[in-house]
């Protein structure tokens, strides 16, 4: 019996970083390769998250700098923000990334479909802009995952993340729905740039699998430095004002808050919706996530995911491993299991705050009292000189038994650049007494990490 012919080897769904990293590997092994997505290539993290969110993150710095300044000599006069020529210059940056993206899938000869894209069966994609359908001999979904918008009244007036950098103009109050990450870098960004911000959240909990110390550091700091919180509080309902404004009305809360913008930012779950996965035979999970196994691969032998899409872990560097691996796999003979262990994370609040490894909380409860904790409480060099009180947080975790290092958690200034380099001694099972026989790299924040007594 002859061999089923396909029109591709790989049909990719989603060009975001799992399905164009999974897509240009595929390629490189000669495989035939399309991809669609129905928004702009580069995804979630390069079109409306990481990259342009970190970027507005750089620009509200300006502020503190500004702030400091003086401190240091300098005379700085006629300050001015204007959030249209930040908005726009991150917006730029955006469509040069989203052109390099599709740039690299030409330049490895990947068919690109500019539409949406659902599977019509287990070898078979239907494009919804053409109405055709193609066939292919693995299909991969890397959809990544979409924002979650409570259901309450009044929140067709509410924006999330991916609204959010297309503000007309600078909102004078903010109101933002939610504590995790997503939530806390916003609320930096627009208190660094004069907005008064309300962080609202359903528990009491801010940046759920966080170590506990540094939590409460950022609470602190971020109190400090005007921004108000309502826990316990869930939304009840958005009203729209006469004048443009919003009446945010919580449970439990006697009085609404006034807001000209109301941000949700309460998670994000997999972009399954209408995605035809049905017709393959796959049933997906209590959060519409896609079931795989280690190696990407659905109940549908011919069906991969990866990414956030499958709901293991939400970060752009795993989907584009996990889509590398998979590309490997299936066409270079190469059998890559990915290691999910010691996983370095930030979030770009203000200050960072970042970790690898367990938790002190996590920790004990795997290894019971035999934990050791040691920390360092410090007053960056530069926060002295500009006269502020804000003190870095370090903390290194170890198991008394083994001295090995079993966690590093850090709150303070480039605390994301210093945990990057701090992750590969975790993950490659060092020793405090390795940290301690590093002579110190003086004088400098990362050298409490070789202090730590």
């Given at each position: 019996?002859?061999?089923?012919?396909?029109?591709?080897?790989?049909?990719?769904?989603?060009?975001?970083?799992?399905?164009?990293?999974?897509?240009?590997?595929?390629?490189?092994?000669?495989?035939?390769?399309?991809?669609?997505?129905?928004?702009?290539?580069?995804?979630?993290?390069?079109?409306?998250?990481?990259?342009?969110?970190?970027?507005?993150?750089?620009?509200?710095?300006?502020?503190?700098?500004?702030?400091?300044?003086?401190?240091?000599?300098?005379?700085?006069?006629?300050?001015?923000?204007?959030?249209?020529?930040?908005?726009?210059?991150?917006?730029?940056?955006?469509?040069?990334?989203?052109?390099?993206?599709?740039?690299?899938?030409?330049?490895?000869?990947?068919?690109?479909?500019?539409?949406?894209?659902?599977?019509?069966?287990?070898?078979?994609?239907?494009?919804?802009?053409?109405?055709?359908?193609?066939?292919?001999?693995?299909?991969?979904?890397?959809?990544?995952?979409?924002?979650?918008?409570?259901?309450?009244?009044?929140?067709?007036?509410?924006?999330?993340?991916?609204?959010?950098?297309?503000?007309?103009?600078?909102?004078?109050?903010?109101?933002?729905?939610?504590?995790?990450?997503?939530?806390?870098?916003?609320?930096?960004?627009?208190?660094?740039?004069?907005?008064?911000?309300?962080?609202?959240?359903?528990?009491?909990?801010?940046?759920?699998?966080?170590?506990?110390?540094?939590?409460?550091?950022?609470?602190?700091?971020?109190?400090?430095?005007?921004?108000?919180?309502?826990?316990?509080?869930?939304?009840?309902?958005?009203?729209?004002?006469?004048?443009?404004?919003?009446?945010?009305?919580?449970?439990?809360?006697?009085?609404?808050?006034?807001?000209?913008?109301?941000?949700?930012?309460?998670?994000?779950?997999?972009?399954?919706?209408?995605?035809?996965?049905?017709?393959?035979?796959?049933?997906?999970?209590?959060?519409?996530?896609?079931?795989?196994?280690?190696?990407?691969?659905?109940?549908?032998?011919?069906?991969?995911?990866?990414?956030?899409?499958?709901?293991?872990?939400?970060?752009?560097?795993?989907?584009?491993?996990?889509?590398?691996?998979?590309?490997?796999?299936?066409?270079?003979?190469?059998?890559?299991?990915?290691?999910?262990?010691?996983?370095p994370s930030a979030v770009f609040s203000q200050p960072p705050l970042a970790g690898v490894g367990l938790t002190e909380?996590?920790?004990?409860?795997?290894?019971?009292?035999?934990?050791?904790?040691?920390?360092?409480?410090?007053?960056?060099?530069?926060?002295?000189?500009?006269?502020?009180?804000?003190?870095?947080?370090?903390?290194?975790?170890?198991?008394?038994?083994?001295?090995?290092?079993?966690?590093?958690?850090?709150?303070?200034?480039?605390?994301?650049?210093?945990?990057?380099?701090?992750?590969?001694?975790?993950?490659?099972?060092?020793?405090?007494?390795?940290?301690?026989?590093?002579?110190?790299?003086?004088?400098?924040?990362?050298?409490?990490?070789?202090?730590?007594?």
């Amino acid at each position: 019996m002859a061999e089923q012919v396909f029109d591709y080897d790989l049909f990719v769904i989603g060009a975001g970083s799992g399905g164009v990293r999974a897509s240009r590997i595929a390629a490189s092994h000669g495989a035939r390769v399309a991809v669609a997505e129905e928004y702009r290539i580069g995804g979630t993290c390069v079109i409306r998250g990481c990259v342009p969110k970190k970027l507005l993150v750089y620009g509200s710095h300006f502020a503190e700098e500004l702030q400091d300044a003086a401190n240091y000599g300098w005379t700085v006069e006629k300050m001015h923000f204007d959030w249209p020529t930040l908005r726009d210059a991150v917006l730029r940056d955006v469509d040069r990334l989203n052109a390099a993206y599709t740039t690299t899938l030409e330049n490895n000869k990947v068919e690109r479909f500019l539409e949406r894209a659902t599977i019509a069966g287990p070898n078979a994609v239907r494009l919804a802009g053409s109405g055709r359908e193609v066939t292919a001999r693995h299909i991969l979904v890397a959809t990544g995952a979409w924002p979650v918008m409570p259901d309450f009244p009044g929140n067709e007036h509410c924006i999330t993340s991916n609204e959010v950098f297309h503000l007309e103009q600078l909102p004078r109050r903010v109101v933002i729905g939610g504590a995790g990450y997503i939530a806390l870098e916003f609320a930096g960004i627009f208190n660094a740039l004069g907005c008064h911000v309300t962080v609202v959240n359903r528990s009491e909990t801010l940046l759920r699998g966080y170590d506990e110390s540094l939590r409460d550091r950022l609470l602190q700091i971020t109190m400090a430095r005007g921004i108000e919180y309502k826990f316990n509080a869930p939304f009840e309902r958005v009203e729209q004002r006469a004048d443009g404004a919003f009446d945010v009305v919580l449970k439990g809360q006697p009085d609404p808050l006034c807001a000209d913008a109301v941000l949700i930012a309460t998670g994000r779950r997999p972009n399954t919706d209408g995605l035809g996965l049905e017709n393959a035979g796959i049933t997906l999970g209590a959060r519409g996530e896609i079931p795989v196994d280690a190696n990407g691969q659905t109940s549908c032998p011919s069906i991969h995911a990866v990414g956030d899409v499958t709901d293991r872990v939400q970060l752009t560097p795993i989907a584009i491993r996990e889509g590398h691996a998979l590309a490997d796999r299936l066409f270079g003979g190469r059998q890559t299991t990915l290691d999910y262990d010691c996983i370095p994370s930030a979030v770009f609040s203000q200050p960072p705050l970042a970790g690898v490894g367990l938790t002190e909380a996590q920790a004990r409860e795997a290894f019971g009292g035999n934990v050791k904790v040691y920390s360092s409480d410090f007053r960056p060099m530069k926060n002295i000189f500009a006269h502020r009180p804000e003190r870095g947080l370090y903390k290194m975790i170890v198991d008394a038994a083994t001295d090995r290092v079993l966690g590093i958690h850090m709150i303070g200034p480039e605390a994301p650049e210093i945990l990057q380099a701090a992750a590969i001694a975790v993950k490659a099972g060092l020793t405090k007494a390795d940290f301690d026989a590093t002579v110190a790299l003086h004088p400098s924040m990362a050298e409490e990490l070789v202090l730590m007594r």
